[in-house]
């Protein structure tokens, strides 16, 4: 099984990912939106759904980040986990894998059509609670 989960470190303020550094001192210009449990619980779904592999514990969605028609969520699945885009296609949300690692806000926006603006944003803000309080195995 391949391991998706990325692994972010914390130093002075700022965020590194893959090479790319996201100032969590700013804040983002356009917070990512509160969802009603009607709307995670169908971001649930579909991320499980398409995460989800025969035989092996079903996938936990362990964050959701949704701004407009955009959004990310971190999943686990016993020791492995990952990040998947979603794109609210109007009849339900579409779940994009984005493979190992963490991806910049370009490889993000070109891999699901979204502006790099809200990459960048989705992507600083996902990850501002999270890198903060991750342990060393990854689980919050």
């Given amino acids: 099984m391949k391991n998706h989960f990325a692994l972010s470190l914390i130093f002075a303020g700022t965020l590194l990912t893959s090479g790319v550094a996201l100032s969590l001192a700013t804040p983002t210009a356009c917070l990512a939106q509160t969802l009603t449990s009607q709307q995670r619980q169908q971001i649930r779904s579909a991320v499980i759904q398409s995460v989800g592999q025969p035989n092996l ?5 362990s964050k959701i980040t949704v701004q407009g028609q955009y959004g990310l969520a ?8 990952g990040l998947v885009a979603l794109v609210n296609e109007g009849k339900g949300w579409r779940v994009i894998d984005l493979g190992g690692g963490l991806p910049g806000p370009r490889d993000l926006a070109q891999q699901t059509g979204m502006p790099i603006a809200i990459a960048q944003q989705l992507l600083a803000q996902h990850f501002r609670d999270t890198t903060q309080s991750m342990s060393i195995s990854g689980v919050q």
């Fill in 74 to 81: 971190s999943w686990l699945m016993g020791e492995a986990g």
């Fill in 57 to 61: 514990p079903t996938p936990q969605v």
